[in-house]
Structures are given as C-alpha cells and as structure tokens.
T-cell receptor, first 113, second 111 residues
C-alpha cells in the first residue's frame, strides 16, 4: 500500500538552529500538508500546499516556518530558528484530492535543546 | 467552547465487546468527518471517512454522523487486542483544507 515517508524519524537540534524535515508524499497525490503534535496534546494543522504554493496556513505557521517542494517527489518543512516550544512530532500528509481523507507519515520527532 | 470535543478516556473493554467512540463539535461548517487510529509514536492512520450526515460501514467499523446534533460516532464490533490505540476524530469544512482534530480517546482491548 502506498505510504508517506518522513525522514529523519528523530532529530535533536540546539535552540536557534535551522532544521529541515523531509517528506516523500504518495506519488500521484496533489495536496500536501504539515501537522504537528506536541506531547500529550492534539494534532494541530500547520500548512497545506497545492500547485507549488501555500493554500492555507494556521496561526502557528509564522515567519520562522517555510515549506518547499524542491523537486517532483520531496516536500520539506524548514524551521529557521528553532525554539524549545517547537519540540513536537511533525507529521507530513498528502491526498489525491482535497475532499479525500489524508494519508499521514509516521512523523519526525523534533527535540530542541 | 472547543471546536471539537472528544473524551480522552482511557477506555478499557474486554475482547469481543462493542466499542463506541464519540466526538461533538461546534462548527456547523464542518462537512467532512474522519476517524483516525494512532498507535504510540506513530502517525494517524485513516480508518473511516464520511461526508455530511449518515452512516458508513467498513468491516467491523461503523461511522455515524448526526449533523443536527453536531455529533459523530465510531463503533467497533468484536473488538480485538490489536484495536488498542488512540482514536482521533477529525473534521474539515468544505472550503478549507485544514483538519481539526479531537484530543483522541485511548482505547485498550483486554484479551
């Protein structure tokens, strides 16, 4: 069954450093998303991406965040200057059409120290 | 008032029991309703997906949506120990792309 692949599975970074989280969505999907889940809290929407541009973003997705689809397969989330409160599981998701259920990856656990 | 409310549990049932999981919501613009299963430190896995009101069945799982009451349910028949996980409801408006999740209900099915 097709799956969304995320790398790395765990990343530790120092506060103030830049991190890039990588995702390979399902190959024929057109819509891409990032969500995050702080430990013990609910899954929260960050951003959706379609046709090489952001289609929607949440209040969390401020200027320190950016997304990119650098080639036909990868989808990345960059956090420019990490803060302690950015520590969370970050999930990439994709869907073939906007009204479909989304397929999530296994996540990247980001720990900011 | 939270946009989506879900009893976090924990819920513990014996193997073979019928499990009922529920969410309520306040946003009348929600039209798409999903149930995800999440194992510890893994990504959410889509179980059921429904549009607007009605029922949908898939094997041992039945999803119900009652838009008049702003209430959705997931029923699991003949529950198995492998069903032990956290179950998340998620909803979306027609016009937007963001999913709004509930807090998740932690379910344990005891052999």
């Amino acid at each position: 069954e097709p799956e969304v692949t995320q790398t790395p599975s765990h990343q530790v970074t120092q506060m103030g450093q830049e991190v890039i989280l990588r995702c390979v969505p399902i190959s024929n999907h057109l819509y891409f998303y990032w969500y995050r889940q702080i430990l013990g809290q609910k899954v929260e929407f960050l951003v959706s991406f379609y046709n090489n541009e952001i289609s929607e973003k949440s209040e969390i997705f401020d200027d320190q965040f950016s997304v990119e689809r650098p080639d036909g397969s990868n989808f990345t989330l960059k956090i420019r200057s990490t803060k302690l409160e950015d520590s969370a599981m970050y999930f990439c998701a994709s869907s073939g059409f906007q009204w479909e259920g989304y397929t999530f990856g296994s996540g990247t656990r980001l720990t900011v120290v | 008032q939270k946009e989506v409310e879900q009893d976090p549990g924990p819920l513990s049932v014996p193997e073979g029991a019928i499990v009922s999981l529920n969410c309520t919501y306040s946003n009348s613009a929600f039209q798409y309703f999903m149930w995800y299963r999440q194992y510890s430190r893994k990504g959410p896995e889509l179980l059921m997906y429904t549009y607007s009101s009605g029922n949908k069945e898939d094997g041992r799982f039945t999803a119900q949506v009652d838009k008049s009451s702003k209430y959705i349910s997931l029923f699991i028949r003949d529950s198995q120990p492998s069903d032990s996980a956290t179950y998340l409801c998620a909803m979306r408006e027609t016009s937007g792309s963001r999913l709004t999740f509930g807090e998740g209900t932690q379910l344990t099915v005891n052999p």
